[in-house]
């Protein structure tokens, strides 16, 4: 198996994990992901990284002035540090955000 593939396949797993883990009320801990009943906790680091959480795809856009530009499916929504926004069926808190990334906490709507 590619190294390609082995991504895949790892990436797919993690998105099913976090699919099920709001159905499942357990939780579940990764490198940058931190998920408990149906509210999940994410690091996104670099412009254009992306992580699915709970059924929905995250994207961070970039940081500039203490504010992170995330869209979420087709909502582009902006916080800064201790703020709490709404993009689609998520409820987005950005608990910290630097010049590198942002660290988030999402539950469904």
């Known amino acids: 198996m590619s190294p390609t593939s082995r ?3 790892a990436t797919g797993l993690l998105a099913g994990a976090l699919a099920v883990v709001p159905l499942a009320g357990c939780s579940f801990t990764s490198n940058g992901f931190s998920c408990s009943g149906s509210s999940c906790t994410v690091t996104l680091e670099g412009e254009g990284s992306e992580v699915e959480i709970l059924g929905q795809t995250v994207t ?22 201790g703020e709490s926004v709404t ?19 999402a539950s469904l709507n």
Request: overall charge negative.
């Open 7 to 9: 991504t895949r396949l």
């Open 60 to 81: 961070l856009g970039g940081v500039q002035d203490g504010r992170a530009s995330i869209s979420v499916g087709g909502a582009s929504v902006s916080c800064g540090e």
């Open 87 to 105: 993009a689609g069926p998520l409820e987005l808190e950005c608990t910290s955000v630097t010049d590198a990334g942002v660290e988030l906490r």
